[in-house]
């Protein structure tokens, strides 16, 4: 008898604990279902607030550059303003349009400018690099003047320094129409022996007969360090005229930045006057209204690489001693006025 209540007992706490396990069972499924609706409702509320950060950065993008492009139009048409302002005085003063800074006072001998513009060749075929080494260099500009002319409706190329002509050369094999010009005869005899659309003649002058509106890229590759700061700036705000929108203005310079350069081999010509930097030249294409402006700099000395893969040798002075030895800055501007 005891035996079968013990049983029956048992029989029920079996049931009991069935039952309990059951209870427990369906707590935890509940509680799951929760932690899942906590999760979802937890990711929902990440990912709005993952689009609320983006949204604000958008936002703080757009207003920057539209702020960037209001900046670079005022400059625009203060620096149309004060063009004018040059046209009006010059003619008022029956007086040529000519650079306001001094000029030395070297006796102008048609035998010495000979022999000079002899010299400046030999030294540019000396230091400067062979033909096909100037050519592989400057190739990396071809994407960004295609461009230029295709948003241009085709308009041509103007690259006053034209030297030797190798940029003129990439030109021309790319389908697209370009005219050089420089100072130094011996140098243009060179490029129209190579069929190039080379003339003799200073960038004052081409810029200021070229018409508004007429040009897709004016390009300058190791001009401007020859040049005095004045008209450096003549010339980039004449371009902001002379190029049609969506044209580019590139400008490439030794990169002082590099130790080497900046030492040694910036002072291998007699000619350059100072050295143009980055900061300089970006602030001059803000002044002036380009936008946006991109600054590059290319063509590492080749042991660069040998350098930073020495552990012991730190990269960053590897960089300012072996690293980029151009300095390239190009300002668009912009297709519409904003």
Same mark, same amino acid.
């Not at 190798?166 to 022996?193: F, H, K, R, Y």
């Given at each position: ?5 013990? &049983? ?6 079996? @049931?009991? $604990? ?5 209870? /427990? ?33 958008? %936002? ?11 900046? *670079? ?35 102008? *001998?048609? #035998? ?45 190329? %103007?690259? @006053? ?17 370009? %005219? #050089?010009?420089? /100072? ?9 022996? &190579?069929?190039?659309? $080379? ?7 081409? +810029? ?7 040009? *897709? ?15 450096? +700036?003549?010339? =980039? ?6 190029? $049609? ?7 490439? =310079? ?8 900046? $030492? /040694? ?5 007699? =000619?350059?006057?100072?050295?143009? =930097?980055?900061?300089?030249? /970006? ?9 946006? @402006? ?26 300012? %001693?072996? #690293? ?15």
């Amino acid at each position: 008898m005891g035996d079968d209540v013990s &049983k029956v007992k048992r029989i029920g706490d079996y @049931i009991a $604990a069935f039952f309990k396990l059951g209870r /427990t069972e369906r707590m935890a499924k509940e509680a799951h279902r929760n932690m899942r609706s906590i999760e979802e409702r937890f990711n929902g509320l990440e990912a709005r607030e993952r689009r609320f950060r983006d949204g604000i950065k958008q %936002m703080v993008q757009g207003e920057t550059q539209a702020l960037m492009a209001r900046n *670079a139009e005022l400059a625009r048409n203060f620096v149309e303003l004060s063009r004018r302002l040059d046209q009006v005085l010059l003619a008022s003063s029956d007086r040529p349009a000519q650079p306001s800074y001094p000029t030395p006072d070297v006796p102008k *001998a048609e #035998g010495l400018e000979a022999v000079m513009d002899s010299f400046y060749h030999r030294l540019e075929n000396k230091y400067r690099g062979s033909v096909s080494d100037i050519r592989n260099r400057l190739r990396v500009y071809l994407p960004d003047v295609e461009s230029a002319v295709i948003r241009t409706g085709g308009k041509p190329v %103007m690259d @006053i320094g034209c030297g030797r002509g190798e940029w003129l050369e990439l030109l021309n094999d790319a389908g697209l129409s370009a %005219m #050089g010009i420089d /100072t130094n005869p011996v140098q243009i005899g060179e490029a129209q022996e &190579k069929g190039l659309d $080379a003339r003799q003649g200073d960038a004052r002058r081409a +810029l200021s007969e070229a018409e508004d509106n007429s040009l *897709a890229c004016i390009s300058a590759h190791h001009l401007i360090e020859h040049l005095p700061f004045e008209e450096v +700036l003549w010339i =980039t705000r004449e371009a902001m005229r002379v190029l $049609a929108p969506g044209g580019v203005l590139l400008f490439e =310079t030794p990169d002082v930045r590099n130790v080497l350069v900046g $030492a /040694t081999s910036f002072h291998n010509d007699p =000619t350059h006057l100072h050295p143009m =930097t980055d900061p300089v030249l /970006t602030v001059l294409f803000e002044t002036v209204g380009f936008q946006p @402006i991109e600054t590059r700099r290319l063509h590492p000395h080749e042991k660069l690489a040998e350098f930073i893969a020495k552990p012991s040798f730190d990269p960053e002075l590897a960089n300012l %001693m072996f #690293g980029a030895q151009d300095l390239a800055i190009l300002g668009h501007k912009p297709l519409q006025e904003v």
